[in-house]
């Protein structure tokens, strides 16, 4: 069967905070089988624990939060995204501030740490979010739907009106029976545009972006002198945040994602959707390495 997956030992990193521009200090560790992936704000008196849920979302603005009582812990997307491309189940997640460091815009360096630390195998079987049934939800004229489909595979569509963006990096498909996580998805960075930056820092929000941690854009070009690392690394990103935001499922998904011009707003009511719907996924575990969907037998995303 395949097994649960946690962190052979506990790693750490510093960052800077991409909204709140804070330092912050954050601890990896070990977590035991079925404990989930849990935020815990040690620089509150007393700690505070905050499973990753999306039931525990409490503002998506350029971000997913989560919440518990008067605690927060925001920007969770990305280390959230790296934890489900790397397979791990459980994991104590501790940090001294309100929000997880940005370190440069992606999830390649929670990989990297967290390949650092070694990954253990655990005497749990893994346990899956099979997608039996459509569920959808729309927001104007954008929208976010899960169908059933026999491993796990994302279809994104952005649409913003810029010349870099072109026709031809608006799309993009990602299916794990293909794709590596780390090679295709992990680098692709988060992504803004000069003329939000004053608007954004009025309402308290990216004061701590910089071209060392985002892609920035004016009106006609990419502000960043070393390019992009992928043609569509804009849309790539969308997908990144997708897996970090469904993650908060609390399992991986079996199942197609599809979505046009989403963010983290609508992934969180596309969760929640789904959780309201017992009819439409249910969990499952496998016995039989040869039943497993090859999007995840081998974790190629993990090791490629």
């Not at 510093?14 to 035991?32: I, K, N, S």
């Not at 815009?105 to 070694?118: D, E, M, N, R």
């Not at 608006?170 to 692709?188: G, K, L, M």
């Not at 997908?239 to 707003?265: E, F, M, N, R």
Request: hydrophobic share 45%; charged share 20%.
């Amino acid at each position: 069967m395949l097994r649960q997956r946690t962190l052979r030992t506990a790693t750490r990193t510093t960052g800077v905070g991409l909204h709140t521009g804070a330092r912050v200090e954050l601890v990896l560790r070990p977590a035991p089988p079925d404990t989930g992936i849990v935020f815990h704000r040690t620089d509150l008196v007393p700690p505070v624990a905050i499973p990753a849920s999306a039931t525990q979302v409490g503002d998506t603005r350029l971000s997913s939060t989560l919440r518990e009582g008067a605690a927060t812990v925001s920007t969770v997307e990305h280390l959230m995204s790296a934890l489900a491309g790397l397979g791990i189940d459980n994991l104590h997640v501790d940090v001294a501030g309100p929000e997880i460091p940005i370190m440069d815009g992606s999830a390649g360096p929670f990989v990297f740490l967290l390949q650092g630390a070694g990954i253990a195998e655990q005497a749990a079987p893994k346990r899956y979010l099979r997608i039996v049934a459509p569920v959808e939800v729309r927001d104007g004229d954008k929208w976010a739907r899960f169908d059933p489909c026999d491993g796990f595979r994302l279809d994104f569509t952005i649409d913003f009106p810029h010349p870099v963006f072109g026709s031809e990096n608006r799309h993009v498909v990602i299916d794990f029976a293909e794709h590596s996580y780390v090679r295709e998805v992990a680098r692709a960075r988060t992504f803004g545009f000069m003329q939000d930056v004053e608007a954004m820092r009025a309402a308290g929000l990216g004061l701590g972006g910089s071209l060392q941690n985002a892609v920035v854009l004016d009106e006609v070009r990419v502000l960043n002198s070393e390019g992009l690392r992928y043609d569509n690394e804009f849309v790539r990103h969308k997908v990144l945040d997708a897996i970090g935001d469904l993650y908060l499922l609390g399992h991986p998904l079996i199942g197609q994602y599809t979505a046009y011009k989403s963010g983290h707003a609508l992934n969180n009511a596309l969760a929640r959707a789904l959780l309201a719907r017992p009819d439409a996924a249910r969990l499952v575990a496998f016995d039989a390495a040869a039943d497993v969907p090859s999007a995840f037998y081998d974790w190629r995303v993990a090791t490629a």
